[in-house]
């Protein structure tokens, strides 16, 4: 069972998640810590898995990758051995950003991102071509609205 997050816990994981690049030194100074007790929690929140890594995160018009695609994946096999073969098959297609087992009638969510339609019809044809698919329906992103990477923490229901 994972440790229950206090209140400094919760407030470094919603500053990181805005900016991972401060120092510990600012990051501390924000959460009313000493340095030293604040970079100790951050690599303990690391060790622990609730802090899965720090990146930075890019504008895909900004890398010629202009269309998303919402990719509803329908299979006629629901095995542990297809599924094994699809998610790891899936998973490396680069273009693949995002990959979910579905309940309800989409066994399969993926997001992908490519530069333009040709880009998304050779992944459609590799897509078909790697795994026995029943049915597959593309939905395309017309416009970016919200788009984060930041959770939210809920309070601590003791605070």
């Given at each position: 069972?994972?440790?229950?997050?206090?209140?400094?816990?919760?407030?470094?994981?919603?500053?990181?998640?805005?900016?991972?690049?401060?120092?510990?030194?600012?990051?501390?100074?924000?959460?009313?810590?000493?340095?030293?007790?604040?970079?100790?929690?951050?690599?303990?929140?690391?060790?622990?898995?609730?802090?899965?890594?720090?990146?930075?995160?890019?504008?895909?018009?900004?890398?010629?990758?202009?269309l998303?695609?919402?990719?509803?994946?329908?299979?006629?096999?629901?095995?542990?051995?297809?599924?094994?073969?699809?998610?790891?098959?899936?998973?490396?297609?680069?273009e693949?950003?995002?990959?979910?087992?579905?309940?309800?009638?989409?066994?399969?969510?993926?997001?992908?991102?490519?530069?333009?339609?040709?880009?998304?019809?050779?992944?459609?044809?590799?897509?078909?071509?790697?795994?026995?698919?029943?049915?597959?329906?593309?939905?395309?992103?017309m416009?970016?609205?919200?788009?984060?990477?930041?959770?939210?923490?809920?309070?601590?229901?003791?605070?």
């Amino acid at each position: 069972m994972a440790r229950r997050l206090d209140r400094i816990d919760r407030r470094i994981l919603s500053i990181l998640q805005t900016d991972s690049t401060l120092s510990v030194a600012e990051l501390a100074k924000r959460v009313h810590l000493s340095p030293t007790p604040c970079w100790k929690r951050v690599q303990r929140l690391e060790a622990e898995g609730v802090i899965q890594g720090k990146v930075a995160i890019l504008d895909p018009h900004a890398l010629g990758l202009g269309l998303t695609v919402f990719v509803a994946v329908e299979t006629a096999d629901h095995s542990a051995a297809w599924l094994q073969r699809f998610a790891e098959t899936v998973s490396a297609m680069p273009e693949v950003m995002e990959l979910y087992r579905m309940a309800g009638e989409t066994d399969y969510l993926l997001r992908i991102v490519v530069p333009d339609m040709p880009a998304y019809d050779a992944f459609y044809k590799r897509l078909i071509a790697a795994m026995p698919l029943k049915n597959v329906t593309s939905s395309f992103a017309m416009e970016r609205i919200k788009s984060t990477t930041a959770y939210p923490i809920p309070p601590d229901p003791e605070d």
